[in-house]
Nanobody, 121 residues
Framework: QVQLVESGGGLVQAGGSLRLSCAAS????????MAWYRQAPGKQRELVAR???????NYADSVKGRFTISRDNAKNAVYLQMNSLKPEDTAVYYC???????????????WGQGTQVTVSS
């Protein structure tokens, strides 16, 4: 089984910073892209940032220049450094990973349980 476990959420004032971490564990052959999504109350889940196996990245327009995604392949981990946080960044943040558990197996999308980020004005 594969698990994604997030950490690092919390309450911060506008303009502050937080760093989210997510580690994958279990039977893992390879991890392709990794990503962070978020879902605010009453809104659909949206992509925040994605990083490929070769560290290519893309970001939602709303976070460009403020958030940075990175990964540590040796630790099967992905991070999201969030700076200059705004109240509109308040949401539950979910880690996502495209994982192949065996050399012959299919790629499957896995999700973490989510971590709350609250930005006060």
């Amino acid at each position: 089984q594969v698990q994604l476990v997030e950490s690092g959420g919390g309450l911060v004032q506008a303009g502050g910073s937080l760093r989210l971490s997510c580690a994958a564990s279990g039977r893992i052959f390879s991890i392709n892209h990794m990503a962070w999504y978020r879902q605010a109350p009453g809104k659909q889940r949206e992509l925040v940032a994605r990083i490929t196996q070769t560290t290519g990245t893309n970001y939602a327009d709303s976070v460009k220049g403020r958030f940075t995604i990175s990964r540590d392949n040796a630790k099967n981990a992905v991070y999201l450094q969030m700076n200059s946080l705004k109240p509109e960044d308040t949401a539950v943040y979910y880690c996502n990973a495209d994982i192949q558990t065996t050399a012959w197996g299919n790629r499957v999308m896995y999700w973490g349980q989510g971590t709350q980020v609250t930005v006060s004005s």
